[in-house]
């Protein structure tokens, strides 16, 4: 499992904080495209069966609303259609409140866990890296997604390669590098520096400087 430092950056970082997440993001929402409607920090109904619902919520929702998300499990927005069933279902879910303890909680045990295991397997060697390291992966990975096709993801491709090749001081640089796609959002900017910087601080801590 990734420090706390990392979880408790990423959980900022995707909720807003507590104060912002109570009073703008703890009800279902879906925000277009493709993805289902999502509860708490990230959790994609559209991802997921009802035994999993079941599991990962158990005791933290009562039965009443685990039942009004049912019709939530596996629905997307891959067309016209699917668009059409999540705006009505988001409506008549509109009343339903995830209480940031549960959402916190069920983030904490599931979502970082399984995102981590997705970053191990997509970047080989970084198992053998320092759990800070890992954890600016994990934050790089929640933010961007696993892809490494294309030319704006050319920083990501170079990150998979330098731990494959047991240069991992050179990582950080790559991190500030992708600063160039957005050069008019300073918060990803600042995300990424961050990253970097927490990436650095693994190696530093391990004895390994990172390249200035």
Not at 151 to 160: A, D, F, G, Y
Not at 186 to 193: A, F, I, T, Y
Request: hydrophobic residues 45%; neutral net charge; glycine residues 10%.
């Amino acid at each position: 499992m990734i420090p706390e430092q990392s979880v408790d950056y990423i959980l900022v970082q995707q909720s807003g904080g507590r104060t912002f997440y109570e009073e703008f993001a703890s009800r279902p929402a879906w925000h277009g495209g493709p993805a289902g409607i999502t509860i708490g920090i990230g959790y994609d109904l559209g991802q997921i069966d009802a035994p999993r619902l079941t599991r990962d919520w158990n005791g933290l929702l009562t039965p009443e609303t685990l039942g009004r998300l049912v019709p939530a499990i596996g629905l997307r927005g891959d067309d016209a259609a699917g668009h059409y069933r999540l705006q009505g279902l988001t409506r008549q879910l509109r009343d339903v409140v995830i209480p940031w303890t549960a959402a916190t909680q069920v983030f904490r045990e599931v979502t970082v866990p399984a995102l981590e295991a997705q970053v191990l397997a997509a970047f080989p060697g970084a198992a053998g890296l320092p759990p800070l390291c890992v954890g600016a992966l994990v934050s790089l990975v929640y933010s961007r997604g696993l892809s490494l096709a294309g030319p704006n993801r050319v920083e990501m491709l170079r990150i998979r390669s330098l731990i494959q090749a047991g240069r991992p001081e050179e990582v950080p640089d790559q991190f500030r590098a992708m600063m160039r796609l957005w050069p008019r959002l300073p918060g990803l900017q600042k995300r990424r520096v961050a990253e970097a910087e927490m990436f650095q601080q693994g190696l530093e801590a391990h004895g390994t400087a990172a390249v200035a």
